[in-house]
């Protein structure tokens, strides 16, 4: 079984650039999230879609970031201007329900870096 | 959301037994305990989670205390591979990861 796939594995941009990140998730998982994760802490949620609609973006800065899961399969989160303070990795993840008692499966993540 | 506490840091030897201890004593009767792990640049990978009674697996076994307040991972022999910060969860539905207890397994 394929796992979550993301592209790209590392970025590097400058201050106030655009970037976008993809996901892809296991076929057939209908919930997808993006999490942010900064050196030396856990992952935080960013974003969680089941199949192509929001179930939780509370913690998303929404002046800044988007997220868009077309179909209900693959998915970008978009950074537009970026910040110092998003240089972190970003996690895709997948599971085939929304509840925590369905494991989560990760991709490798995308690391970012703003200079 | 339950907080929880776990050690910042824990050393093994290798092939031998570790004991991950993780309170979370404002657990929800309908938490689940779900424990990660991930290793160096990697994703978090899911290990192993339980609701009341202890759990086993081909990775590792779960106890839970009878109050659910508490509860300990264990790795019956730890290799190098199993060097990984590992993160105690309970939730019913948001998987929230705090800090974690990162682990290292000495030679």
């Known amino acids: 079984e394929a796992g979550v796939a993301q592209s790209p594995r590392y970025k590097i941009i400058e201050k106030r650039q655009s970037v976008a990140f993809w996901c892809n998730p296991i076929s057939g998982h209908a919930t997808l999230y993006w999490y942010q994760q900064i050196l030396g802490q856990g992952p935080k949620l960013l974003i969680q879609?089941?199949?192509?609609?929001?179930?939780?973006d509370s913690q998303l800065p929404k002046d800044r970031f988007s997220a868009e899961r077309l179909k209900g399969v693959d998915s970008t989160l978009k950074i537009q201007p970026a910040k110092l303070e998003d240089s972190a990795v970003y996690l895709c993840?997948?599971?085939?329900?929304?509840?925590?008692?369905?494991?989560?499966?990760f991709g490798p993540g995308t690391r970012l870096t703003v200079l | 959301d339950a907080k929880t506490t776990q050690p910042n840091s824990m050393e093994s030897n290798e092939e031998e037994p570790v004991h991950l201890p993780c309170n979370h004593s404002t657990i929800s009767g309908t938490d689940y305990i779900h424990w990660y792990r991930q290793l160096p640049s990697q994703g978090p990978e899911y290990v192993i989670h339980g609701l009341t009674s202890n759990v086993n697996n081909r990775m590792a076994s779960l106890a839970i205390a009878e109050d659910r307040k508490s509860s300990t991972l264990i790795l019956h022999r730890a290799t190098l591979r199993d060097a990984a910060v590992y993160y105690c969860i309970p939730s019913y539905d948001k998987v929230i990861f705090g800090p974690g207890t990162s682990l290292s397994v000495i030679p």
């Open positions: 993840a997948s599971s085939a329900g929304a509840t925590s008692y369905n494991e989560q499966f």
């Open positions: 879609f089941q199949n192509n609609g929001v179930v939780d």
